[in-house]
């Protein structure tokens, strides 16, 4: 029977970044600083945003919540990789390796779920601004976070729940510096036929629709524009959407790159690289997107700097 090969796997080994030895201290300062500018400057917008009422509007709630995301996001993997780089032996255990993969899953996708609500911000704000207050009222604001949050809280545990089903033989050897699904679902060695068909139907949905319905907002909102052309309209467009735009092309143009473009020859270097892209790059570009690219943002972060210099 194929169950007397079957080990209980108790752990897996990360083999993480494929760096020279001798390049290893300079990766991992390089890191290092990158995890640290991550949960520094999303830590600020969180702050600044909370301390600053002009901010409290439908917007930086969003933004807020976004940058959360971004922290935690780059939190579920960055440390672990770190703590690798200066292990002999990268191991991480079974039920270490299902938490992350399940917190992974869960941070990105309420992101995406969270670029959508603030896509939609800015298609009521510039289509319809002499009803903006009343269509995002706090009420909406509110319920539509809620909603990013059960939304993946949901859909990353049906993944981690039909992975504990699954039966590991004894490879247990990760190409990754992280747990990825689709990494552990090739190293199962039984059935995963239903895995790879929920990974499928809705996966899919939590790429594909939100990114549609980014794209079918701002189709709207530039057709809008057009409608009444004019060079203070269209600059006022690119300066408010401008970095939502920067930040859904970094995250969902590396994501569609990895997953749904994928290389011909399985290119582990490449699935590694474009992975780095948008779990440790786009959190940490994010904060430097929203403030040197935003006036409301620089404005805040002074009267905030201000008020804590007077006492």
Not at 83 to 91: A, G, T, Y
Not at 134 to 148: D, E, G, Q, T
Not at 160 to 176: E, G, K, M, Q
Not at 261 to 271: G, I, Q, R
Request: aromatic share 12%.
């Amino acid at each position: 029977m194929t169950v007397n090969n079957q080990t209980a796997i108790s752990q897996f080994i990360l083999l993480g970044l494929p760096i020279p030895l001798e390049h290893q201290h300079l990766f991992y300062v390089l890191f290092l600083a990158m995890y640290l500018t991550t949960v520094l400057g999303n830590f600020i917008i969180i702050v600044v945003i909370r301390l600053d009422s002009h901010l409290h509007t439908p917007m930086y709630l969003f933004l807020s919540n976004l940058s959360f995301s971004d922290l935690c996001f780059s939190s579920v993997t960055m440390p672990k990789l770190l703590l690798n780089m200066q292990s002999q032996v990268p191991s991480i255990p079974y039920a270490g390796c299902l938490t992350q993969m399940y917190f992974f899953l869960f941070f990105g996708d309420l992101e995406s779920f969270l670029l959508v609500a603030m896509a939609y911000d800015r298609y009521v704000a510039i289509c319809f601004p002499l009803h903006y207050t009343s269509i995002m009222s706090p009420k909406l604001c509110v319920s539509l976070v809620l909603l990013s949050w059960v939304l993946t809280t949901s859909h990353a545990m049906v993944h981690t729940l039909l992975l504990t089903r699954l039966s590991f033989c004894d490879n247990n050897v990760i190409p990754h510096f992280f747990c990825d699904l689709s990494a552990l679902l090739k190293l199962a060695c039984s059935d995963i036929h239903i895995n790879e068909l929920v990974v499928l139907i809705i996966g899919g949905l939590v790429v594909i629709l939100p990114f549609l319905l980014i794209i079918v907002s701002y189709a709207r909102i530039i057709s809008s524009i057009l409608k009444v052309p004019s060079t203070r309209g269209i600059h006022k467009v690119f300066s408010t959407c401008g970095s939502h735009l920067s930040v859904v092309s970094l995250f969902y143009g590396t994501i569609i790159g990895l997953y749904l473009c994928p290389s011909a020859n399985n290119s582990t270097l490449k699935d590694t690289v474009m992975s780095m892209m948008y779990t440790v790059v786009t959190p940490m570009l994010n904060p430097f997107i929203y403030s040197l690219r935003n006036r409301d943002m620089k404005g805040a972060l002074k009267r905030v700097l201000q008020k804590k210099t007077t006492f």
